[in-house]
């Protein structure tokens, strides 16, 4: 099957497309449990209450290009008097292309033949089916982003008390109920690897260092630097730790940590309030910009002793009804909080705080506390495979409406979400995670590759398989997704190991 892929990218042979996906009877098919295909895969399946595939309120434009719940009043712009202004011409709609692919022409690559090492992975990459555009295409477009990939935070963290920034953006966004963080070889490392690039680490390597060497082209950092955003990262620690003084630059950003261009009091762990304080005004007011911090302040051991964040705010958490060690975990976790308090009280000046969009994930779960503490603060016994790694993800812009999220999601998931989000250009089967609001079916991936989908649960350990839709057994089923899952883990580390990426043709691809 040949395509023709300039003219794919503005849209024109959608149907050609749809029925070559149709027709392929893609491995995705296996995860829904059925060949139907939507019929209209530019937008999500809505049922009688209005409610869209991933559970959350259907979202339409308004005039003004704003994205609200519903479509009644968006866009009308009042005086104080309740009087409707009158508003300038919109500029026309660009027509979004159907799929978030690139024009990648596969057929020439395969032309080489089998003997060509690269040969496996373009038939595989083909092969994957990509996600359709859809109602969230966009939303984001031309925002600003701030994200965060933060040490050792939890849901456990966050309640409208003590932290009531946090406690918003958790539930004045997108509300992700179902977000899990799993923990891979490298903690931090590789957990911050998955956040920032959508790919599986390789076992027995430090992923992010070796892929300091390759072309990284859907890293926010380097899809945002394409189109002018000023692109910055900190670090509140050694800025050579795990060699981030390589990935990061590599990543698209001026990367700052302590050591090279970063200033901040000497204390373990850092704080992360004083890193926002003195790098937020390096960005804001350079619009449209990108910022990406990896915190440090809820760091392990958690105690009142060694840890610097859980001393300074230990009157903070004093009369929680917990043990010490679980008062200091939130203690130094509260930093985190001053830190995002702080940032929105800049952006709020400067006055973009509603043009921002502030995401935050975990690097891993707190894997400091000894079990008996994570089941204190959870209320009830933390289950070990699957549960023990449910955590957290924010995406949140100031006056949003809340989108809630039922959808099974993973931290693979955040780099093609956001892409979508933004309306970025990148191929979703260049990615091991999809995007979170699109119409595939779930499928969140753990490092000894247990794994959800949307009908069941697959434990790789006990090799049991619990069925969410009422099936008793299927077999074929459980052995169809653990080859798909086999060949994300395989195909990845082969994107690591070949510099995948600059040898497909992709735009402004470096020679290397």
């Known amino acids: 099957m040949r395509r023709d892929f300039e003219k794919l990218v503005f849209g024109e042979v959608k149907n050609e497309l749809e029925n070559?996906?149709?027709?392929?009877?893609?491995?995705?098919?296996?995860?829904?449990?059925?060949?139907?295909?939507?019929d209209d895969p530019a937008s999500l399946k809505e049922d009688s209450a209005g409610m869209n595939k991933v559970g959350t309120p259907a979202v339409g434009r308004?005039?003004?290009?704003?994205?609200?719940?519903?479509?009644?009043?968006?866009?009308?712009?009042?005086?104080?008097?309740?009087?409707?202004?009158?508003?300038?011409?919109?500029?026309?709609?660009?027509?979004?292309?159907?799929?978030?692919?690139?024009?990648?022409?596969?057929?020439?690559?395969?032309?080489?033949?089998?003997?060509?090492?690269?040969?496996?992975?373009?038939?595989?990459?083909?092969?994957?089916?990509?996600?359709?555009?859809?109602?969230?295409?966009?939303?984001?477009?031309?925002?600003n982003l701030v994200m965060f990939t933060a040490e050792g935070f939890s849901p456990y963290v966050i309640s409208p008390e003590l932290t009531p920034t946090l406690y918003k953006m958790a539930n004045e966004g997108f509300?992700?109920?179902?977000?899990?963080?799993?923990?891979?070889?490298?903690?931090?490392?590789?957990?911050?690897?998955?956040?920032?690039?959508?790919?599986?680490?390789?076992?027995?390597?430090?992923?992010?260092?070796?892929?300091?060497?390759?072309?990284?082209?859907?890293?926010?950092g380097n899809q945002f630097k394409k189109l002018g955003y000023k692109t910055k990262a900190y670090h509140n620690h050694t800025y050579s730790y795990y060699r981030r003084d390589l990935s990061h630059p590599n990543m698209g950003y001026d990367y700052k940590g302590v050591g090279n261009g970063l200033v901040i009091k000497e204390t373990w762990p850092a704080s992360d309030l004083e890193m926002i304080e003195v790098t937020a005004d390096?960005?804001?007011?350079?619009?449209?910009?990108?910022?990406?911090?990896?915190?440090?302040?809820?760091?392990?051991?958690?105690?009142?002793?060694?840890?610097?964040?859980?001393?300074?705010?230990?009157?903070?958490?004093?009369?929680?009804?917990?043990?010490?060690?679980?008062?200091?975990?939130?203690?130094?976790?509260l930093e985190l909080e001053f830190a995002l308090g702080s940032l929105m009280e800049k952006l709020e000046a400067a006055g973009v705080a509603e043009n921002t969009v502030i995401v935050i994930s975990s690097d891993h779960y707190p894997y400091g506390l000894e079990k008996k503490y994570l089941d204190e603060l959870a209320g009830h016994e933390v289950e070990k495979n699957f549960e023990l790694y449910k955590s957290t993800l924010i995406i949140y812009k100031k006056g949003m409406?809340?989108?809630?999220?039922?959808?099974?999601?993973a931290s693979l998931d955040i780099i093609p979400t956001l892409s979508n989000l933004f309306g970025l250009d990148y191929d979703s089967r260049l990615l091991m995670g999809s995007d979170i609001l699109s119409d595939l079916p779930a499928l969140?991936?753990?490092?000894?590759?247990?794994?959800?989908?949307?009908?069941?649960?697959y434990n790789s350990t006990s090799g049991k398989v619990t069925f969410m839709d009422g099936t008793k057994q299927d077999r074929e089923y459980v052995s169809l997704v653990n080859k798909i899952v086999a060949d994300k883990f395989k195909y990845s580390t082969k994107i690591l190991e070949t510099d995948y990426y600059n040898k497909i043709g992709l735009p402004e691809a470096e020679p290397r």
């Open 175 to 220: 509300v992700f109920n179902n977000f899990y963080n799993p923990v891979w070889w490298v903690s931090t490392s590789d957990g911050e690897y998955v956040a920032c690039t959508g790919l599986i680490p390789k076992g027995g390597v430090w992923s992010f260092y070796k892929s300091a060497e390759n072309y990284m082209p859907f890293t926010m």
């Open 282 to 333: 390096e960005y804001i007011g350079l619009e449209p910009f990108h910022a990406y911090y990896m915190t440090v302040s809820g760091h392990m051991n958690y105690n009142f002793g060694g840890n610097h964040m859980a001393k300074k705010n230990r009157d903070y958490v004093k009369d929680l009804p917990y043990s010490d060690t679980a008062k200091a975990y939130i203690a130094c976790n």
């Open 20 to 38: 070559e996906l149709i027709g392929m009877g893609t491995i995705f098919d296996v995860l829904e449990g059925t060949a139907e295909k939507n």
């Open 62 to 143: 308004g005039d003004d290009g704003a994205v609200g719940k519903g479509s009644a009043g968006v866009g009308q712009v009042k005086d104080a008097d309740g009087v409707q202004m009158p508003q300038e011409p919109q500029k026309p709609d660009i027509p979004r292309k159907p799929y978030n692919i690139m024009a990648i022409n596969f057929e020439t690559l395969k032309a080489s033949g089998k003997s060509d090492p690269l040969y496996t992975m373009h038939e595989y990459f083909s092969s994957v089916q990509p996600t359709a555009t859809n109602q969230y295409t966009g939303m984001f477009e031309g925002c």
């Open 444 to 457: 969140t991936i753990f490092s000894n590759r247990s794994w959800i989908t949307d009908r069941a649960m």
């Open 401 to 409: 409406e809340p989108i809630v999220v039922d959808k099974t999601c």
